[in-house]
Nanobody, 123 residues
Framework: QVQLVESGGGLVQAGGSLRLSCAASGRTFSNYAMGWFRQAPGKEREFVAAINWSGGTTYYADSVKGRFTISRDNAKNTVYLQMNSLKPEDTAVYYC????????????????WGQGTQVTVSS
């Protein structure tokens, strides 16, 4: 059974940084793409970043490009989201996801999801 557990969320002031982690278990982590999504109160869940199986290809939402970096450590079965220059509009629950293919996508077409971690950015 695939399990994804996010950590690293919290409260930070605008302009600050956080690094989210997502630990995966239940199958060979390095074979599959990973993604990060977020959902703010009253809004739909939206794509943030994605990475293919090797880490060689990444995608970002325009709203986070240049501020966020997705990476993965296949030896540790973990994907990361480094978030810099945080803004109040980045406040949301952040979800890690994986799909049944090595190829990343910016769509919601992911098969497994974590429980989420709260990120709150104060102004």
């Amino acid at each position: 059974q695939v399990q994804l557990v996010e950590s690293g969320g919290g409260l930070v002031q605008a302009g600050g940084s956080l690094r989210l982690s997502c630990a995966a278990s239940g199958r060979t982590f390095s074979n599959y793409a990973m993604g990060w999504f977020r959902q703010a109160p009253g809004k739909e869940r939206e794509f943030v970043a994605a990475i293919n199986w090797s880490g060689g290809t990444t995608y970002y939402a325009d709203s986070v490009k240049g501020r966020f970096t997705i990476s993965r450590d296949n030896a540790k079965n973990t994907v990361y989201l480094q978030m810099n220059s945080l803004k109040p509009e980045d406040t949301a629950v952040y979800y890690c996801a994986t799909r049944d293919t090595p190829i990343a996508t910016t769509t919601n077409n992911y098969n497994y999801w974590g429980q989420g971690t709260q990120v709150t950015v104060s102004s």
